[in-house]
């Protein structure tokens, strides 16, 4: 049963909340380019956990904000640094998700030229 609801958190995670979208798109190109660069299995293992990873942390600040928002409307400095913790967490995974990309696949890209 537990998957059912996984399965629904997903769903909306991609149906309502615009940044999961930005980073399903970065996920599928980052795919795409590890099947075209033909990347190592260890390069995929890493290539997946910088997905699975930033995709998670995603759902976690999006279900944060959600329970602040359910929690109260007007503003509140603990919920505000609630929310921007969640962020700050989704912004430094997803900068790390660029660097470790820029190092697998630069070298490769630059091997074409």
């Known amino acids: 049963m537990a998957f059912v609801y996984a ?3 997903l769903k909306a995670l991609f149906r309502y909340e ?4 930005i ?12 099947i075209w660069l033909n990347i190592s299995a260890v ?4 290539i997946a956990i910088v997905i699975a990873s ?9 279900a944060v904000e959600a329970l602040a928002d359910r929690i109260s409307t ?12 969640g962020a700050a967490a989704v912004t ?3 900068f790390m998700a660029i660097i470790v990309g ?3 696949f630069i070298p490769k890209l630059y091997l074409l030229l």
Not at 23 to 34: D, E, F, R, T
Not at 76 to 84: F, I, M, N, S, V
Request: proline residues 2%.
């Open 74 to 85: 007007e503003k509140h400095p603990l919920l505000g640094r609630a929310k921007d913790l």
């Open 92 to 94: 430094l995974l997803a």
């Open 23 to 34: 980073h399903l798109v970065a996920a599928v190109a980052a795919i795409a380019m590890g």
């Open 7 to 9: 399965w629904k958190g």
């Open 43 to 46: 390069e995929w293992c890493i």
């Open 18 to 21: 615009h940044n999961a979208r």
């Open 102 to 104: 820029c190092i697998i």
């Open 54 to 62: 930033v995709i998670s942390a995603e759902a976690l600040n999006s």
